[in-house]
């Protein structure tokens, strides 16, 4: 729902934004037609100039009468008379045009025809001064509108028509029609400025009487929403494609990574089992039952913490802490004055997070790749420097080296990776090991 009214609005916007544009370019009409008959020499009311008095019939038909007998009357038309406001008895000074057919009579005329009037009983002729029209901003809005309202009829037609799943010919002839079917009741219903029972104002196509260049301006205006909202609509819709594609993609990613997550984790807790069920297998045969009870009651919180901690993705480190000194624990009562941890973290560290379950393969590594005798102890520190927790063990390779598959390591730094986006960091030489784990501070 959300999507569909963020596209409700882009399209308003964008048809808005063609209206002002195809409304607002009638403002080159005028400084094009300027220039060109300054070019030519022109300039408006140039020409032989005649001088009568009009004379109006009952039909608001009239003729000037002019002063001198070698001229004839001129023909003036009932359009002009409302448009030009004239009155019966005015004195005017005009120009003429070429004799044709009297209108609405099909009669072949025989008077010339009034052009343009340049005075008006002896006062400069101005057509803007006597128009009686709406005001600026009531034929902005109407224009502004009414092309908006088309505009955004037709961008939503073929944005339907792009999104359509069937790849079927005539249903995109149908939306092609119906698009074509709404721009021409466009034409029809265009809001132009006509003269209306003797005043200017906002009528409909169909109801005026067009000047000669009104077809050429409605039909220009309304191909040019019909072509801009196609391409906006294949834009849009293109656009509105590629985002699903990247959206869907991240769902895969992110389904792929929780697949892979749990199949690390399912890696990790056998490890892990069979480690403990050892080291339990071990006191049992020594016959030692206070040490195989305390070792059980260590055990058992363990895979508690492993149980509740299995599912989850991350942690505090005060309880992967917790967590390691419980299973440190357990291998300080097989290796018995022989191993050693040493825990360093401030308590403002403690509320830092870190993927679950990533202390103990750390800690079983050490044990299982290090040589471990009274001679020769183990000491594993574990601290925390800069908000990365690092655990540091000296190398005591064994005489006979156990395979190392590597399991452990790498499922602990895919594991990062996929939790936290960071990589851990692993310095071996010849005489230290240490995992360097990036910690992630707690939001606020």
């Not at 509108?145 to 009829?153: D, E, M, P, T």
């Amino acid at each position: 729902m959300k999507k569909f009214r963020a596209s409700i609005v882009l399209h308003i916007i964008v048809a808005v934004a063609l209206s002002l544009v195809i409304n607002f370019s009638y403002l080159l009409v005028p400084i094009i037609t300027d220039q060109g008959m300054k070019q030519r020499g022109e300039t408006p009311g140039d020409g032989e100039h005649s001088v009568g008095t009009l004379q109006l019939s009952s039909d608001m038909h009239g003729y000037i009468i002019c002063d001198c007998e070698q001229r004839d009357s001129t023909y003036v038309s009932a359009w002009q008379v409302r448009t030009f406001k004239l009155q019966n008895g005015d004195t005017l000074k005009f120009t003429t045009k070429e004799a044709h057919s009297v209108p609405d009579t099909g009669v072949a005329g025989v008077h010339p025809r009034l052009d343009d009037v340049v005075m008006r009983n002896g006062e400069k002729f101005d057509l803007d001064v006597i128009y009686d029209r709406p005001s600026r901003t009531v034929e902005f809005i109407w224009q502004i509108v009414y092309y908006a309202l088309i505009a955004f009829v037709l961008i939503y037609i073929f944005t339907l028509a792009r999104r359509s799943d069937r790849k079927v010919l005539w249903v995109d002839l149908l939306y092609v029609l119906l698009a074509l079917v709404v721009s021409a009741i466009a034409i029809y219903f265009s809001p132009v400025m006509a003269y209306k029972d003797g005043v200017m104002r906002i009528v409909f196509f169909f109801d005026s009487e067009p000047r000669d260049n009104m077809y050429y301006v409605v039909l220009t205006k309304i191909l040019f929403v019909f072509v801009v909202s196609a391409l906006y609509a294949y834009v849009f819709t293109l656009l509105r494609q590629r985002q699903k594609i990247v959206v869907e993609n991240e769902r895969l990613k992110n389904e792929n990574l929780s697949t892979r997550y749990n199949m690390l984790m399912g890696q990790i807790n056998p490890h892990f089992f069979f480690n403990s069920l050892n080291s339990l297998a071990m006191l049992v045969r020594e016959k030692d039952n206070d040490r195989a009870l305390e070792y059980i009651d260590q055990l058992s919180y363990t895979f508690r913490y492993i149980i509740q901690n299995g599912q989850s993705e991350v942690t505090t480190l005060k309880d992967e802490l917790v967590f390691a000194e419980a299973y440190a624990y357990l291998f300080k009562i097989r290796y018995a004055d022989k191993l050693f941890f040493d825990f360093d973290v401030d308590e403002r560290y403690h509320k830092w997070t870190l993927p679950a379950l990533s202390l103990q393969p750390l800690i079983g590594n050490a044990v299982k790749h290090n040589s471990i005798t009274m001679k020769n102890p183990l000491r594993v520190t574990i601290r925390v420097r800069d908000g990365v927790l690092e655990i540091d063990n000296p190398k005591h390779p064994k005489l006979d080296v156990e395979p190392s598959t590597g399991i452990g390591l790498n499922n602990l730094s895919s594991r990062w990776e996929i939790i936290t986006g960071l990589k851990i960091e692993i310095i071996d030489d010849s005489t230290h090991f240490m995992v360097r784990l990036p910690l992630e501070q707690p939001k606020a």
